[in-house]
Structures are given as structure tokens and as C-alpha cells.
Nanobody, 127 residues
């Protein structure tokens, strides 16, 4: 059974940092793009960042560029999201996703038809 399990969420003050992890199991994801979406209360699930499985290329939403860094460890089948300079508007449930499509396509396709999803981890940034 394929699973994506997020961890690392929590409560942090504005300006602080958190590191999210997404541990994948049930298959190898080395050729899959892995990334993160987030959903704030009452809003749609939005793309945050993605990393390619083939060459490690990364892509970010404009709202997090320069503050968030996505990475992956294929030996551990795990992806990470380092979040720095957090703002109250970053408060959301963060979801890990994996898909066989090219990473760059995540910028425009949104959350539609992702192969795999995690259940999410809550990040709350206080002002």
C-alpha cells in the first residue's frame, strides 16, 4: 500500500522556521515528482513547491520563493520543505503529493489528478 506521511507541522511565531517531512512507502518514488500544496481555512488547495525525481529541478509558488526550500533524499524515499521567515499567511494544512508527471507542470495544473496524497500536517504561524 502506497502511503505519503507528513510530519513536522506545528505552531511557530512569525519570522520563525519549520521543516516538514514527507515519508513515502509502498513503492520507490525516485522517478516521481514530489511536492507540497497547502490549504488555508475556507480557501482552495494551492501549489507551494515541487522537486523533480529525475534531475532535482525545483519550482516554487511566487508567495514562497526565497523563503521555502524543497529537497529530497531518494535513499530515504523522503521529501522535505524547509520553511523560513514564516508569516501568518503561511498558516494552512500542508499536503505532500507525488506524481509521475513532469515537475514543471505542477506550476499550472494545480492539485488535479495527483497520483498520491498525504493526509496533511497543520502549520500555524502566530503574529
Amino acid at each position: 500500500q502506497v502511503q505519503l506521511v507528513e510530519s513536522g507541522g506545528g505552531l511557530v511565531q512569525a519570522g520563525g522556521s519549520l521543516r516538514l517531512s514527507c515519508a513515502a512507502s509502498g513503492r520507490t518514488f525516485i522517478l516521481y515528482a514530489m511536492g507540497w500544496f497547502r490549504q488555508a481555512p475556507g480557501k482552495e488547495r494551492d501549489f507551494v513547491a515541487v522537486i523533480s525525481g529525475s534531475d532535482g529541478s525545483t519550482y516554487y509558488a511566487d508567495s514562497v520563493k526565497g523563503r521555502f526550500t524543497i529537497s529530497r533524499d531518494n535513499a530515504k524515499n523522503t521529501a522535505y520543505l524547509q520553511m523560513n521567515s514564516l508569516k501568518p499567511e503561511d498558516t494552512a494544512v500542508y499536503y505532500c503529493a507525488a506524481d509521475a508527471s513532469r515537475a514543471r507542470t505542477w506550476l499550472t495544473r494545480g492539485q488535479a489528478n495527483m497520483d498520491y496524497w498525504g493526509k496533511g500536517t497543520l502549520v500555524t504561524v502566530s503574529s
